[in-house]
């Protein structure tokens, strides 16, 4: 089946320093694809240029059938189709969450007020925040929050969502309640690209998993196989550090 995206010999750089060295990734419809790898590998280098929030420096990126790393002025409309989620939620601090989530099916699709705010509330309960709807993000955890930047993504129902290290800001005690917001994501068949150094949440969650260093793909497996004695020794350096 053709991948829902296929970025190929993805090049970036930045001035003399080369951060992507042809990467190679593909995500299928309904799966989930978890990156890992050391800091600086080019993880959130990757996830950016494949939501064309960076310029690439060479290479293809397909989705959903097109061409799209030479989109240009159709950049935006394209990244409106690709939800994502940060480190830092970066919610809208002045409005409520049930508006966080409202607002760009409104603003940029010209959705009626009264069906965005209801689907906004109905996203909130998915996120399994229902009560929440007029709380703003200083009154709520930073589990809470994430989990309303994840039902804002989901509003503009993208065919992607992309997760940059999602959990990692977070106090421990609220990790597992985003963790399994994504995986429950995930099992009803949502796409989504997920850079995390949750192992329980790969293990549990994952189709694949693909290891970056130093700016390329250094191994990729099913998550089975990832995780199984068979890893390269490389991998299971890696994994036996951030696992210890
Ligand atoms: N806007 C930028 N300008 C210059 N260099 C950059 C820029 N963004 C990233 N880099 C460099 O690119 C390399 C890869 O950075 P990136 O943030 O993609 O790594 P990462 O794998 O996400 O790391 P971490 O696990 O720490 O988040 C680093 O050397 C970084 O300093
Ligand atoms: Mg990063």
């Known amino acids: 089946m053709t991948p829902l995206l296929a970025a190929a010999g993805l090049r970036k750089s930045y001035g003399p320093l080369e951060v992507l060295r042809g990467v190679d990734v593909d995500v299928a419809r309904g799966e989930c694809l978890v990156v ?98 007029d709380a703003f993000p200083d009154e709520l955890s930073g589990g809470q929050q994430q989990r309303v930047a994840i039902a804002r993504a989901l509003a503009m129902e993208p065919a992607l969502m992309l997760y940059d290290e999602p959990t990692s800001a977070l106090d421990p005690e609220t990790v597992g ?8 994501l995930a099992e009803e068949g949502s796409t989504s690209i997920v850079v995390t150094h949750e192992m329980g949440f790969a293990r549990r969650a994952a189709d ?37």
Do not use: W, Y
Not at 44 to 62: A, F, Q
């Open 36 to 133: 890992i790898g050391p800091s600086g590998s080019g993880k959130s280098t990757l996830l950016r240029c494949l939501n064309l929030l960076e310029p690439i420096s060479g290479g293809r990126i397909v989705f959903q059938g097109e061409d799209i790393a030479e989109a240009g002025r159709r950049a935006p409309e394209i990244r409106r189709r690709i939800g994502m989620v940060f480190q830092n939620f970066e919610l809208f601090r002045h409005l409520s969450a049930l508006d966080n989530i409202a607002l760009a099916p409104i603003r940029v699709k010209g959705e009626d007020r009264r069906a965005a705010r209801e689907r906004a509330q109905h996203l909130l309960a998915k996120v399994h925040l229902p009560d929440k709807s």
């Open 208 to 244: 694949r998993v693909v290891f970056m260093d130093a700016g390329a793909v250094a191994h990729a497996a099913p998550a089975a196989r990832f995780f199984s004695n068979e890893a390269p020794e490389r991998v299971a350096r890696f994994l036996g550090k951030i696992e210890a």
């Open 177 to 184: 309640e985003v963790l399994q917001v994504m995986q429950e």
